[in-house]
């Protein structure tokens, strides 16, 4: 049975007597060519393993389980269990774990997993900042992730130094992957219809950082400090994130390293900012 048709979603919904639960982020995807694209994009072989998150009723799992050569996925709503298990039970590549995939332990879930993994999943909306922090910095191998987020939130992930959207998590992301912004989703592919409109993001987890830093916290440190008041000029925002450096030294720093300590922090690229943050690990260390 295909659950991109809503038909066949409602009927199974009616027969398990499942209610949205809207803690848990629940907006199952009817939407069969976007289910099938969503595949697609993820670029999933029958040599790759597959971590879905968030599997709702299995309607992505499944076209998942088609693609891949194991899909194990992480749902949260113990409610769910079931249902999924009668719908996907005839697939022999599949794992269900039940669990909060903010608490499990991934590393000992995916123990038996070929690496690196792919991450596929229309995520609940309400853990994406934390989920992808995590999953970004995990040291589990993951090649890419193909995630259905909020709009806002992916054109966050993609944005260009300068524009309005290119914040702190912008620099995070892209420091650890390469995003491509795939295409939107508008809410009536979802029930229940979502307030916002989704999109389609894939990430290219890098083997290695864009820069090479002397610190990488130093360098986080140094993002956070310029974009928590953005609308101040560079030594200003550094200076209030640097409360153990003199505005001289951060000036100097700054000039040093070739920057004029007058602009904005949000028009540095990664590597502007891995060559300031290189220069006060120097100054501090
Ligand atoms: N992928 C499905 C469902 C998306 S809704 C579809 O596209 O139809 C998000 C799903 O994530 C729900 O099934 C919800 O119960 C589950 N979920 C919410 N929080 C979770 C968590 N912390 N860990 C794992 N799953 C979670």
């Known amino acids: 049975m295909d659950l991109g048709n809503p038909k066949n979603t409602i009927e199974v919904i009616q027969k398990y007597n499942f209610a949205f639960q809207k803690k848990f982020g629940q907006n199952f995807l009817i939407d069969s060519n976007i289910l099938d694209n969503i595949a697609a994009c993820a670029g999933v072989t029958k040599e790759d393993c597959v971590l879905e998150i968030g599997p709702g009723a299995g309607s992505m799992t499944k076209y998942l389980c088609d693609a891949a050569h194991h899909v194990l996925s992480i749902e949260l709503d113990e409610r769910l269990i079931p249902l999924l298990t009668a719908f996907l039970a005839e697939r022999d590549n599949f794992t269900l774990v039940q669990g909060d995939v903010m608490t499990l332990n991934l590393a000992d879930v995916t123990k038996n997993l ?33 995630l259905m987020v909020q709009k806002e939130v992916a054109q966050r992930i993609a944005a260009k130094p300068g ?123």
């Open 114 to 146: 070929r690496k690196p993994l792919s991450v596929v999943a229309n995520i609940p909306y309400y853990i994406t900042t934390p989920l992808l922090t995590m999953l970004l910095a995990s040291p589990i191998p993951i090649q890419r992730m193909a």
């Open 163 to 285: 524009t309005p959207d290119y914040s702190a998590f912008t620099v995070f992301c892209q420091y650890y992957a390469e995003p491509e912004l795939l295409f939107d989703v508008p809410a009536s592919c979802f029930i229940p219809q979502p307030k916002v409109t989704s999109s389609v993001i894939r990430l290219d987890c890098r083997v290695s950082p864009p820069v090479e830093v002397k610190s990488e916290a130093m360098f986080m440190r140094v993002v956070k400090a310029a974009f928590a008041q953005r609308r101040k000029t560079l030594l200003n925002a550094l200076s209030a994130g640097f409360g153990e450096m003199s505005k001289e030294t951060v000036e100097k720093c700054l000039t040093d390293s070739g920057f004029d300590p007058k602009v904005r922090g949000e028009v540095l690229s990664i590597g502007e900012f891995a060559k300031i943050a290189d220069a006060f690990f120097t100054v501090l260390d």
